[in-house]
């Protein structure tokens, strides 16, 4: 169990897990042994998520830009996805863990895509926590989808372009019914956020930190949730 309390409303946490393969390069292994490292956090700082009572933890597992890297790198990375729901789907059955995704996964290979589905399903009627896992997601990609299905709304006499605002917008999105993003935070030093998350992020904190993904443990999670508490969230307005 995680020995911290919150004193600041959190629903929605999401992470950039980068810095795999710096991780890896320092310590002269292949860059693949990093993502392998990476998937440890994703349990710890998932477990923490949870027992923070943070409803929603949203993690970047792999971009629509990642398939430009060698295909060797990418089917490792599936491959370990696919480890890791097999070796954790129990654990969120019993405590309340529900899998949730976005982006397009039928690019995906086959097994990959039927892991997911079955955690997805196995898990649909928890309520504790949702891992958000973002996977052939693009942030732009997410908002002309979003774009289109409101087109074929609108045309289907489903939806009036009037009531079209930006709440609205929001059922459209992968994100449809989950909280607003409370915090996201980039590990590894880079200060972008990469095609993540684009319409959502508009009013969240944001905490680049320089620990590479396979280092950032539930220590360093805490420390940025620390950070966090000293932020002054104004959405536009003043403080009297
Ligand atoms: C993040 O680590 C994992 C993915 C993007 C899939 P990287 O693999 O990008 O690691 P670096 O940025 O090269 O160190
Ligand atoms: C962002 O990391 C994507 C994920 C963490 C899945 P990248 O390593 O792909 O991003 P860039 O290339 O540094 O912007
Ligand atoms: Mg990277």
């Known amino acids: 169990m995680v ?27 292949p860059r693949t042994r990093g993502h392998k490292e990476a998937c440890s956090r994703i349990i710890e700082v998932l477990r923490a998520c949870k027992d923070l009572n943070i409803k929603v933890a949203s993690l970047y597992a792999f971009s629509t830009e990642n398939w430009n890297r060698p295909q060797d790198e990418i089917d490792k990375l599936f491959e370990y996805l696919d480890d890791f729901f097999n070796d954790y789907i129990q654990e969120f059955i019993e405590t309340g863990v529900r899998v ?17 589905e079955k955690a997805k399903k196995l898990t649909e009627n928890n309520t504790k926590i949702v891992f958000n896992i973002c996977l052939n997601y693009g942030g732009r ?19 009036d372009e009037n009531e079209l605002d930006t709440e609205k917008f929001k059922d459209y999105l992968y994100s449809s019914g ?3 993003v409370d915090l996201m935070i980039r590990t590894s030093g880079e200060s972008r956020i990469s095609n ?12 680049f930190t320089p620990t590479y993904w396979p280092d950032f443990t539930v220590e360093k999670l805490i420390e940025c949730l620390k950070e966090y508490e000293t932020r002054d969230r104004r959405f536009g307005a003043i403080k009297e």
Do not use: C
Request: net charge positive; no cysteine.
């Open 3 to 29: 020995d911290y309390k919150l004193n600041k409303k959190l629903e929605h946490i999401a992470f950039i897990m980068d810095g795999n393969g710096r991780w890896a390069k320092k310590r002269l292994l």
């Open 100 to 116: 949730s995704v976005m982006g397009d996964i039928t690019r995906l290979p086959k097994h990959t895509q039927e892991t997911i």
């Open 141 to 159: 990609q997410e908002i002309v989808r979003a774009t289109k299905l409101i087109v074929e709304d609108i045309k289907a006499g489903k939806l």
């Open 178 to 180: 989950l909280p607003e």
């Open 196 to 207: 993540f998350l684009l319409y959502q992020l508009a009013y969240s904190e944001f905490i």
